[in-house]
């Protein structure tokens, strides 16, 4: 499995994914900056995390419009898989890869703790290795989280299984409780329609390490690397 | 000279400057000063950039140790980690800019406190923070907590450094003058430390970063100068962070510094463009000139005065040799920062500054470096207050006073503060915040770095000699509870105003405390900052000497934490029984009484049972370990309960038993180990001369102590509930 | 010439900083405050000079980039 992670002007958990998959996968990423219009043929690109142009006018805004994002999608429309973490994801809502926006935390502050997350479906190349219903837990670290989309959007999120995660508590109760920004229908991730774009707010690369504290996200990146087994 | 301001003795005052001070100018100079050069004056005579009070003092800190690279005097400190590597660190204040806007202040002192650090070639891996505020019901206290947490938050998780660790505390002491000191951790390799002295007449001057707006004019002033009610008058003064603009300094610098570019590099923090050309040339011996139509501006109509005061943030200047000007500029270039020539070095020992085609300043830079006055204030010692004994202090039940303790401003849960910063951001976060260290892997290293910050201003203030050996052994012991071999310090030295006898007295007495525990626990001071008169309307704040401690572990995941681990381990206190509680949290909070004399340290004993411990941990036979400081055994045990949801089972008995549970005696921790392994532990105490006993087990999910329970459960509600109650 | 650009929160998108404001003014004894909608003002100096060419372009900005229209509006003020 080949694998890019895009790094903006203001990206800082672009070493960490790249750590990451070359933990689980054994190879490292081609980094490749922002400023480039050409991608290097490979089979997964990871927009990471961060705050982009620091996260100045809205989060993800300007770096949507980088030069890299055309290449990006267009790869996306070919089926390369591609994976916004946090700030990755709100770069792919504001490029329109993604539907709805990434708002202002419910609480207004900026939160880092781990979550739980009930995996939503298996039924992407992302989310295979886990089971249908599994509670996870993986690490938040953002200001504005706050999954918003318009009902009909979100219905047809919903009727098409591409949510790939909510918030829940222990029991995989998706409660006001559990939900730690205040995203509509506790959605922490989705998929598009094709189900090869995945973005979500949890950093799965944070806790794919035992060292760290876990490993409920590694599955994340053993389940890419079947993909290409 | 094109400036015609008359320099009156009201402009020279406004200036901070004292008349014997402008007399000084008088005679270094020869003549009356323009305008900008008593600017220049003002903010390198400032007590912020001399130490003019606090030198004499400083001096007598130890520094040094074989793994000391580069000591106090330059942007950071640097030790020796191994394999190559160094750490290079430092603790700076950013108290009053906080108190006056507290978001940016507290943003702004992030950003120096990195740059610092990068600045000599360092990637920044760590931030800490200690932050004291006033007592919990003033009615700004709120209102600072949330622009001070908001502030370190914003920048740091947009720097994507992990904030690990530090502390907050609050006492009527800081109503009008909260702390915040940051401190940041790096890695450099050992062959690519940067320093700032210049050198090589002919080599160019270059600014690169930020452009130069009217931020922070006399900011470094407004640091030496007590508050008055008036002060938020101030607030045109206060600088803007931009840790976007930060970040990708970070990473230019680290670009550049890759290559054989740069000669000498300092940032352009307190005073700005004054103080980082003045001190790189005269670290080198040598002259600048520098043409200020060349820098970088954001304004119209930016008088010499202006540039050379302004403080506006993410901004270095660096030497470089002529003809690497296209390296150094391709890579700032990429990095969308402004990069430009600004002068050259000289041999003439001067710092000429040229505006609009003429000299606007002329200075010889040693003689004013060398003249910066240095004081020898009067000091007098602090009066000693008695020694309180636990039969004279009420015996309250010690569920009550446990769930008093953990529920409280003091002893409460910070989970509401560092959960706004983002602590695992480059994915080396080993122990999260909330223990005694903060614990981060060294990247792609199996290496790991321990970090704490550490001061009880209440000792500090009772008996500033124990009160300065107690903070610098409490980093220690801290660093050594979760397995980490302390290796260095830095100092960030809090104070009221040195001008009153009292004050001095304190600091002086703190740095003899702080000395003698460097020295006894091999703990230098390799790098620091002072910040004086936190004083307002006469209301000095405690002497808060906060000490940054760093450690360093051969395999970070031989690590341990203080949340128990499971049920069935054996409990072992090391350490003397608890008998101590004057200033203890017990007789502040349960019993009201903030009084007698701090808990003694004996620093043999400190290091004795600290390498006891840590040999423990490293041989594997510790499951968790929390040592016990501010409310004593009962409180540890409890926070190791709490982080872990695992009861335990205590037999203490009496007499003076809340003296046992909450005395807070030094040199002490709380060991969790396997049944199997505990009387090991204890003949090998015993074997080494520590005092070492059984207390109990861990069990269930209740805290018993002598057979009466507390549920864990509720001890935690109390502990997580007060904080995020406070701010609602 | 200066345009000058609103951006505001459509009706009906929850907006925390606004309820967060408006909480804050009632706290402060504000009674008569029924509704806070925080948004952002924008200014551009443009070269265009032509306001009829002007308009379409600074519109095209927003759409773009100034503001997401997922949640928000834009209006466009120009001047000089």
């Known amino acids: ?48 995390g961060g705050f982009s142009y620091g996260d100045y006018l809205r989060s993800g805004a300007m770096a949507a419009h980088s030069p890299i994002m055309a290449s990006v999608k267009a790869a996306a429309d070919k089926g390369v898989r591609v994976m916004g973490i946090c700030n990755g994801f709100q770069v792919l809502t504001e490029a329109g890869m993604l539907p709805g926006v990434l708002m202002r935390n419910r609480d207004l502050k900026f939160i880092c703790r781990d979550v739980l997350l009930r995996v939503e479906t298996t039924a992407s190349e992302f989310t295979s290795a886990y089971t249908k219903g599994q509670v996870i837990r993986i690490p938040v670290a953002h200001h504005d989280g706050n999954y918003f989309a318009e009902p009909a959007v979100l219905d047809e999120l919903e009727s098409q299984d591409r949510v790939a995660f909510r918030y829940c508590d222990a029991a995989g109760a998706t409660t006001e409780a559990a939900n730690p920004n205040g995203s509509q229908r506790n959605i922490a991730g989705i998929l598009n329609a094709r189900r090869n774009v995945l973005g979500m707010m949890p950093h799965p690369e944070r806790l794919a390490d035992p060292l760290l504290g876990g490993t409920d996200g590694a599955p994340m990146f053993t389940a890419l690397l079947n993909a290409f087994a | 000279m094109n400036q015609t301001v008359a320099i009156t003795p009201q402009i020279v005052a406004e200036h901070g400057l004292s008349p014997s001070e402008y007399d000084r100018v008088l005679a270094i100079l020869g003549r009356v000063p323009n305008l900008t050069e008593l600017g220049i004056f003002s903010v390198m005579w ?13 001096k007598t800190l130890p520094t040094r140790a074989p793994w000391v690279i580069c000591g106090p005097g330059e942007n950071a400190g640097v030790i020796d980690i191994g394999d190559g590597q160094a750490a290079i660190f430092k603790m700076e204040s950013h108290n009053h800019p906080s108190f006056i806007e507290p978001y940016q202040g507290a943003a702004t002192g992030v950003g120096g406190i990195l740059r610092d650090v990068f600045t000599m070639g360092a990637r920044p891996v760590a931030n800490l923070n200690a932050l004291r505020f006033g007592s919990a019901d003033h009615p700004k206290t709120r209102h600072l907590v949330a622009g001070v947490v908001a502030g370190v938050g914003g920048y740091g998780n947009c720097v994507g450094v992990p904030t690990v660790g530090g502390e907050v505390q609050f006492h009527p002491c800081y109503n009008g003058n909260n ?114 139509d060349m820098v970088p501006v954001r304004e119209t109509a930016m008088t010499a005065y202006e540039i050379m005061l302004s403080e506006s943030q993410e901004r270095m200047l660096m030497v470089i040799e002529p003809g690497k000007e296209d390296i150094a500029k391709a890579v700032f270039d990429k990095w969308e920062l402004d990069f430009a020539v600004i002068g050259t070095l000289t041999d003439t020992g001067r710092m000429v500054l040229k505006k609009d085609g003429a000299v606007v300043a002329d200075l010889p830079i040693d003689p004013l470096a060398e003249a910066a006055p240095e004081y020898d204030r009067p000091w007098t010692p602090g009066v000693k207050h008695p020694v309180i004994a636990a039969s004279d202090v009420a015996e309250k039940p010690w569920a009550e006073a446990l769930k008093a303790l953990v529920g409280g401003p003091d002893g409460s849960s910070r989970r509401w503060v560092w959960e706004q910063y983002d602590h695992m951001v480059m994915g080396d976060t080993v122990q999260r915040p909330g223990g005694d260290a903060a614990v981060i892997r060294i990247h792609g290293t199996a290496k790991g770095l321990a970090a704490t910050s550490d001061c009880n201003p209440r000792y500090v203030g009772a008996d500033a000699v ?51 525990a460097c020295i006894a626990l091999d703990f230098p001071v390799v790098s620091g900052n002072v910040s004086l008169y936190n004083e307002t309307n006469g209301q000095g704040i405690l002497p808060t000497p906060t000490i940054g401690g760093v450690g360093l572990m051969p395999h970070v995941e031989a690590s341990v934490g203080i949340a128990f681990t499971g049920t069935g381990q054996a409990l072992i206190a090391i350490g003397a029984e608890g008998s101590w509680l004057g200033r203890s949290l017990y007789l502040d909070v349960v019993c009201g009484r903030d009084e007698g004399a701090p808990p003694p340290v004996d620093l043999k004993v400190e290091r004795r049972n600290g390498d006891f411990v840590r040999g423990l941990i490293r041989e594997g036979l510790v499951e968790s370990c929390h040592d016990l400081s501010e409310g004593g055994l009962l409180v540890a045990v409890a926070e190791m309960a709490m982080a872990s949801g695992i009861g335990a089972n205590l037999t203490v008995s009496g007499p003076d038993l809340h003296a046992k549970l909450f005395g807070e005696d030094q040199a002490r921790y709380v060991l969790a180990v396997a049944e199997g392994k505990a009387a090991e532990v204890l003949a090998n105490a015993e074997k080494m001369g520590v005092p070492a006993r059984r207390i109990g087990s861990t069990t269930g999910s209740d805290l018993v102590v002598n057979g009466e329970a507390v549920a864990v459960a509720e001890l935690k509600a109390a502990h997580e509930g007060w904080f995020p109650a406070f701010m609602a | 010439m200066k345009a000058k650009v609103h951006v505001t929160l459509k009706s009906g998108v929850l907006d925390p900083q606004g309820k967060a404001v408006s909480h804050a003014l009632t706290a402060l004894g504000f009674d008569g405050v029924l509704g806070v909608r925080q948004g952002k003002y924008i200014e551009l100096d443009i070269a265009e000079t032509d306001p009829v060419k002007a308009k379409p372009l600074v519109e095209d900005m927003c759409r773009k980039l100034l503001a997401n229209t997922v949640i928000e509006n834009f209006a466009i003020d120009l001047e000089g």
């Open chain 2, 46 to 58: 400032s007590e912020h950039c001399s130490y003019k009070s606090s030198k004499k003092w400083l």
């Open chain 1, 1 to 48: 499995m080949k694998a890019a992670v895009i790094v903006f002007p203001g990206s800082n958990c672009d070493r960490d994914a790249a750590t990451a998959l070359e933990l689980i996968t054994g190879r490292k990423p081609q980094m490749v900056w922002h400023g480039d219009a050409a991608l290097p043929d490979v089979d997964v690109i990871v927009v990471p």
């Open chain 2, 466 to 516: 124990e009160g300065g050996r107690q903070a610098v052994a409490e980093a220690w012991r801290n660093l050594t509870a979760v397995g980490a071999t302390p290796l260095a310090i830095t100092d960030n030295m809090n104070f009221g105003n040195p001008q009153r006898p009292e004050i001095m007295g304190q600091f002086v007495e703190a740095c003899q405390g702080m000395g003698e």
């Open chain 2, 179 to 292: 702390l915040v000191n940051a401190m940041t951790i790096g890695i450099a390799d050992t062959d690519k430390i940067f320093y700032s002295k210049a050198s090589g007449v002919g080599n160019q001057v270059v600014y690169v970063g930020s452009k130069t707006g009217r931020d922070g004019i006399h900011g470094a002033t407004m640091a030496s100068a007590e508050f008055s009610e008036d002060s938020e008058e101030k607030r045109p003064t206060v600088q803007v962070g931009d840790p976007f603009t930060e970040k990708l300094l970070i990473e230019a610098c680290l670009e550049l510094m890759a290559t054989d570019v740069i000669v000498a590099i300092q940032d352009m923090g307190a005073a700005g463009l004054t103080s980082s050309s003045f001190e790189m040339a005269s670290k080198g011996g040598l002259g600048v000139e520098l043409d200020l």
